[in-house]
Each structure stands twice: as structure tokens, then as C-alpha cells.
């Protein structure tokens, strides 16, 4: 039997191999779907769910909806690998590293900044990067609600072979946080 494998939110960079989902046809995804909604796959069908990018254009409760959505879709054993500005690092590099914000922000995101300074990175960084910003910690505590317990996780790093090496972005060109959530069992 082979593995079910989806990409949420897949835009323009759709996984090999992996069924990508997305609300937009210009990335030319193997299924048009609307994530706010309900998931169209049925219960407990899905082996490992990847998405990026996209948690972020979800405020809390849209984004606990979601997670509930992946979780009923989940097989047990399988796995959602989540990747998303981390709000802490943001932060943090904005304190500490206003150089290597300015420039991760030229390099990535290519976006004029009206100043060149690191509070443009901070200010355009919150306008665009999605309607909310997590960070581990209120993203666990929404993912706990949705049934979903999660662990921070390395880069392109996993203990499930299909979530191996699957990120776009590197840590050294992004803020983002990489976390696996995995169902808790059924009480």
C-alpha cells in the first residue's frame, strides 16, 4: 500500500509525489481547495500532511479549525509538519541581528524597505507575512486544542521518512519555525 501523502497550501511549489492542495490554480495544484473549510479527504486517510507558509494567514480559532481538520484526516501514526514564521525568532533577530534581518529580508523577500532598516523588516514583515504570527509556544496551545500534541524539529529533519529533506526555506534564510504535531489518541 502505498503512503498518501499532502501538501497544504502548496502555491507555486508543489511536493513530487505528494497530492498539493492549494485555493489558488496558478500554482496548478492536483486539487483546488478552500482550507478555511472542511478538508476534502476523508477521516483518517492521510499518512503525513507538509505545510508552509500558510498557518500564519490563520488567526487562532481559523487556525484551531484547520489543525482539527488535519487531524481528522491523519491515519494513526501519521504525522503534519508545520512550518511558519516563528514570531520568537523574529523577534529575537530583529534585537539581536538587525543586519542579518535586513539582509535575510533582501535576500528572500526582495521587498523595498523604505528605510534599509531592521524595524522596516519588523513592520512589512507583519503586513505581509499572513493575518497571525506564532510563535512554538501558541501554536502548541492551539495545535493541543485541535488534538494534536507538537514538538519543535530540525530543518528538512524528521522520524518519519517521508518528512525528511521537504522544506523550502533554510534556517539561515528565514525566520521559521519547524514543528511536527501528530494526533493524540482518542480518549
Same mark, same amino acid.
Given at each position: 500500500m502505498s503512503l498518501m501523502l499532502v501538501n497544504l497550501g502548496s502555491g507555486p511549489y508543489p511536493l513530487p509525489?505528494? /497530492?498539493? #492542495?492549494? /485555493?489558488? &490554480? @496558478?500554482?496548478?495544484?492536483?486539487?483546488? *481547495?478552500?482550507? @478555511?473549510?472542511?478538508? &476534502? =479527504?476523508?477521516?483518517?486517510?492521510?499518512?503525513? /500532511?507538509?505545510? %508552509?507558509?500558510?498557518?500564519?494567514?490563520? &488567526? &487562532?480559532?481559523?487556525?484551531?479549525? =484547520?489543525? *482539527?481538520?488535519?487531524?481528522?484526516?491523519?491515519?494513526?501514526?501519521?504525522?503534519? +509538519? #508545520?512550518?511558519?514564521?516563528?514570531? %520568537? +525568532?523574529f523577534m529575537r533577530t530583529y534585537l539581536e541581528r538587525p543586519a542579518h534581518l535586513v539582509a535575510i529580508w533582501n535576500t528572500a523577500v526582495g521587498v523595498p524597505l523604505p528605510t534599509g532598516a531592521a524595524a522596516d523588516v519588523v513592520n512589512l514583515g507583519m503586513q505581509l507575512a499572513g493575518r497571525w504570527q506564532y510563535d512554538f509556544e501558541s501554536l502548541a496551545r492551539v495545535a493541543a486544542r485541535a488534538g494534536l500534541d507538537c514538538e519543535r524539529v530540525a530543518y528538512n529533519a524528521s522520524r518519519h521518512a517521508p518528512l525528511n529533506g521537504v522544506d523550502l526555506r533554510k534556517p539561515d534564510e528565514a525566520v521559521s519555525m519547524y514543528v511536527e504535531c501528530t494526533p493524540r489518541p482518542e480518549r
Open positions: 509525489g505528494w /497530492i498539493n #492542495v492549494d /485555493i489558488d &490554480p @496558478s500554482g496548478r495544484p492536483q486539487v483546488l *481547495a478552500d482550507l @478555511s473549510r472542511t478538508l &476534502p =479527504f476523508r477521516d483518517a486517510c492521510v499518512d503525513f /500532511i507538509h505545510t %508552509e507558509d500558510f498557518v500564519a494567514q490563520l &488567526p &487562532p480559532d481559523g487556525l484551531e479549525r =484547520f489543525l *482539527a481538520e488535519c487531524r481528522r484526516v491523519l491515519r494513526p501514526g501519521g504525522a503534519l +509538519r #508545520v512550518l511558519t514564521p516563528d514570531l %520568537e +525568532r
